[in-house]
């Protein structure tokens, strides 16, 4: 079972990824085992924001992580596996109640 220090920061750090998110077309992929981004593929220019969030946060190769057998998260078009585990460790830790 994990800690609640460990949920604590795997829920920043996908709200920090979360808020990279800017309307801009995006492909990413994060690791949940590192807490870092392993692919980030943009079709549009992220706002100043994002860029500025996106520089603070921890890089790394996605092979190495998929080889690892690491949990990895995908944000699409389509999809929002990022925004949707953040949002079950908001409800964990009660923070949708503050």
Not at 5 to 31: A, N, P, W
Not at 54 to 60: G, I, Q, V
């Amino acid at each position: 079972m994990r800690s609640e220090r460990e949920i604590r920061e795997l829920y920043e750090f996908l709200g920090k990824v979360l808020r990279t998110h800017d309307g801009s077309e995006t492909m990413q992929e994060v690791c949940v085992n590192c807490r870092c981004i392993v692919e980030d593929k943009r079709w549009t220019e992220p706002s100043e924001e994002a860029k500025r969030v996106l520089a603070e946060l921890p890089r790394s190769d996605w092979y190495k992580h998929a080889k690892s057998g690491h949990i990895l998260l995908s944000t699409t078009v389509d999809e929002d596996e990022i925004g949707a585990w953040h949002a079950c460790l908001e409800w964990v830790l009660g923070e949708d109640e503050k």
